[in-house]
């Protein structure tokens, strides 16, 4: 992969460690955002149903909810 890329091995293993802990950061503020958005919401409606929870759960390991498919806030 590094030949195709025109990079030396080394600035291609750079390259992909900084970006596994671009994704690693992106993952937490995803995970932190959750955690708060939840507290929000129970805050406001009382405990989220764990149902709801475990579902959310889902959704989120299986990374389908990306930020940039959210619909804009109205």
Do not use: C, N
Request: charged share 25%; no cysteine.
């Amino acid at each position: 992969m590094a030949a195709e890329e025109g990079k030396t091995v080394s600035a291609w293993l750079a390259e992909a460690a900084v970006e596994k802990a671009h994704l690693a950061a992106l993952h937490a503020a995803g995970r932190a955002a959750a955690r708060e958005l939840v507290a929000e919401y129970e805050s406001t409606h009382g405990a989220l149903p764990e149902q709801s929870r475990q579902r959310a759960r889902e959704f989120l390991e299986a990374g389908l909810l990306e930020h940039d498919t959210w619909p804009a806030a109205g």
